[in-house]
Nanobody
């Protein structure tokens, strides 16, 4: 089993920034990709960003490009999501996800491809 714990959510004004963290523990394997998803009230969970084990490959939903940055520190088993220029529509519960990999350059964008999920952290953006 792998445990994921998100932190860093909170209330911020529009235009502000937040940095989310997700720490992995337990039976993590040598190579794993990570992703961030979010779920707003009454909506389905949607993809935000993903990063390969190496950190060299990342992918973002179009609406997040240029505002959000995903990164990771493998020594700390932690992935980050730096969110800038936040908008009220970014309000959601943000979840991190984990997937074991064979290749260090692989990332995943589909929800169903991930094996483990965190409990989520609430992000609220006031206008």
């Amino acid at each position: 089993q792998v445990q994921l714990v998100e932190s860093g959510g909170g209330l911020v004004q529009a235009g502000g920034s937040l940095r989310l963290s997700c720490a992995a523990s337990g039976r993590t394997v040598s190579l794993y990709s990570m992703g961030w998803f979010r779920q707003a009230p009454g909506k389905e969970r949607e993809f935000v960003a993903a990063i390969s084990w190496s950190g060299a490959n990342t992918y973002y939903t179009d609406s997040m490009k240029g505002r959000f940055t995903i990164s990771r520190d493998n020594a700390k088993s932690t992935v980050y999501l730096q969110m800038n220029s936040l908008k009220p529509e970014d309000k959601a519960v943000y979840y991190c996800a984990y997937r074991s990999e064979i290749f260090g350059g692989t990332y995943r964008i589909k929800l169903e491809e991930y094996q483990y999920w965190g409990q989520g952290t609430q992000v609220t953006v006031s206008s």
